[in-house]
């Protein structure tokens, strides 16, 4: 059954517990390595997507939470990417 509002690694954390996985570290560490890798390679034509066909008030709601997410992934995370300097 799909929750309305799905925070992702908690859900999946959730997920691995009633799967009966006894010790999330590895699967998380995976989950966050990929996650990394992805961000690393977002292009501006991928925010435009995300962003794209709503109104002008929620692009730029959704714009400044990216950015935000963006400058936490590049101090806590250490992924570089350029696109933030453009959203």
């Keep these: 059954m799909k929750k309305s509002k799905v925070y992702f690694l908690t859900a999946y954390i959730e997920y691995l517990f009633d799967e009966g996985i006894k010790s999330e570290e590895y699967y998380l560490g995976d989950a966050s390595r990929f ?35 963006f400058i936490f992934a590049q101090r806590e995370l250490d992924i570089t990417n350029e696109v933030l300097e453009r959203i």
């Design 35 to 69: 996650l990394r890798f992805l961000l690393s390679r977002v292009e501006d034509g991928d925010i435009a997507a995300f962003v794209g066909g709503s109104s002008p008030g929620y692009q730029r709601r959704l714009r400044k939470t990216l950015r935000k997410f």
